[in-house]
C-alpha cells in the first residue's frame, strides 16, 4: 500500500527566505506525486505535480519541487517566500493502475510566515 | 466554471440527527470523493465514486453513506450524528487515472454537539 510522511508538522520562515518542505513516500513502482496547498478556511489547490519525465517540476506560484527516486522523495522548494505562502501544503501519492483515481495524502506540513 | 462547490458551509448537528451533505461539480469529471479532515490531520477518504451509480467505501466509511445517481452530484448522508463526526469535510472531483490532480471543493465545517 502506498504512504505519504510529512516529517514537520509545522515550519517558520521569515518573508524572504528560502523554503523546503519535505516529503517522503512509499510506494513499488514509480508515483505520481502531488503538492496541494490548503489556505485557511479553503479547500486543497494543486501546486504541482510529477507522473513522467524530467524529476524537477515548476509549479505556481514560484514553487517547484523534485522527485529523487533513491531517496523515496519529493520535497518543495521555494527560493523567496512571501507573506501570503502562509498556509498548510499537503504532499499526497497517487497509484498507477486500476486505484479509481485516489490518491494517499500526509498529514500536512503548516507554513508560519516571520514579517 | 465554478469546478466543485459544497453546501452548507457549517452546520452545528445534535447527537443523534441526520443530515446530507451536498456537493456537485461542472467539470464532468467521472471520479468524486469525500474526504474528512480532522485538526492536525491529513484528509482520510470516506467514500468515493467512479461513476453515476458506482460507489466504493473508503478508509473511514462508518457512519456515512452515498450516492451517486448523477456525474455531476455526490451527497454524503449522516445518519445518527455522533461527536467524532464532528470535522471538515472536502468533495473532490478528478478525471481518473492516479496523475490526475483531484479539484476540491471549499469544505464544510460540521460540529456535532
Known amino acids: 500500500a502506498q504512504s505519504v510522511t510529512q516529517p514537520d508538522i509545522h515550519i517558520t520562515v521569515s518573508e524572504g527566505a528560502s523554503l523546503e518542505l519535505r516529503c517522503n513516500y512509499s510506494y513499488g513502482a514509480t508515483p505520481y506525486l502531488f503538492w496541494y496547498v490548503q489556505s485557511p478556511g479553503q479547500g486543497l489547490q494543486l501546486l504541482l505535480k510529477?507522473?513522467?519525465?524530467?524529476?524537477l517540476v515548476q509549479g505556481i506560484k514560484g514553487f517547484e519541487a523534485e522527485f529523487k527516486r533513491s531517496q523515496s522523495s519529493f520535497n518543495l522548494r521555494k527560493p523567496s517566500v512571501h507573506w501570503s505562502d502562509a498556509a498548510e501544503y499537503f504532499c499526497?501519492?497517487?497509484?498507477?493502475?486500476?486505484?479509481?483515481?485516489?490518491?494517499?495524502f500526509g498529514d500536512g506540513t503548516t507554513l508560519t510566515v516571520k514579517p | 466554471n465554478a469546478g466543485v462547490t459544497q453546501t452548507p458551509k457549517f452546520r452545528i448537528l445534535k447527537i443523534g440527527q441526520s443530515m446530507t451533505l451536498q456537493c456537485t461539480q461542472d467539470m464532468n469529471h467521472n471520479y468524486m470523493y469525500w474526504y474528512r479532515q480532522d485538526p492536525g490531520m491529513g484528509l482520510k477518504l470516506i467514500y468515493y465514486?467512479?461513476?453515476?451509480?458506482?460507489?466504493d467505501k473508503g478508509e473511514v466509511p462508518n457512519g456515512y453513506n452515498v450516492s451517486r445517481s448523477t456525474t455531476e452530484d455526490f451527497p454524503l448522508r449522516l445518519e445518527l450524528a455522533a461527536p467524532s463526526q464532528t470535522s471538515v469535510y472536502f468533495c473532490a472531483a478528478t478525471r481518473g487515472q492516479g496523475y490526475n490532480e483531484q479539484y476540491f471543493g471549499p469544505g464544510t465545517r460540521l460540529t456535532v454537539t
Open positions: 499526497a501519492v497517487g497509484a498507477q493502475g486500476t486505484n479509481a483515481g485516489k490518491s494517499t
Open positions: 465514486s467512479v461513476g453515476a451509480g458506482i460507489t
Open positions: 510529477y507522473f513522467s519525465g524530467d524529476t
